[in-house]
């Protein structure tokens, strides 16, 4: 059993920047294909980032952010930057735990979820 547990939100002001983090446990984090979503209050959850043999992201959020891991920690990570309070919302991280040589972009192509961290920025 995978478990995924999600830090680093918090209010920002516009501008601003985080880093979110991603703790993951039981199981081989080398082997998985993650991925970052995020929700907004009564939106679907999106996709924002993905990370297997190549890293994916949603055009809405390319060049400001980034995904990344460290494997020895075992620890997906997204640094947002200049922040804008349209990126509002519970950020999610997501575990495949079989390889994909493209990250999916859709739910369904997760099998892990963590309970989400929320971030909010002020304008």
């Known amino acids: 059993q995978v478990q995924l547990v999600e830090s680093g939100g918090g209010l920002v002001q516009a501008g601003g920047s985080l880093r979110l983090s991603c703790a993951a446990s039981g199981g081989t984090f080398t082997d998985y294909t993650m991925g970052w979503f995020r929700q907004a209050p009564e939106k679907e959850r999106q996709f924002v980032a993905g990370?297997?043999?190549?890293?994916r992201y949603a055009d809405s959020v390319k060049g400001r952010f980034t995904i990344s891991r460290d494997n020895a920690k075992n620890t997906l990570y997204l640094t947002i930057n200049t922040l804008k309070p349209e990126d509002t919302a519970v950020y999610y991280c997501?575990?495949?735990?079989?390889?994909?040589?493209?990250?999916?972009?859709?739910?369904?192509?997760?099998?892990?979820w963590g309970q989400g961290t929320q971030v909010t920025v002020s304008s």
């Open positions: 990370m297997s043999a190549v890293t």
């Open positions: 997501a575990a495949r735990t079989r390889r994909t040589i493209l990250p999916g972009s859709a739910f369904y192509d997760y099998d892990y």
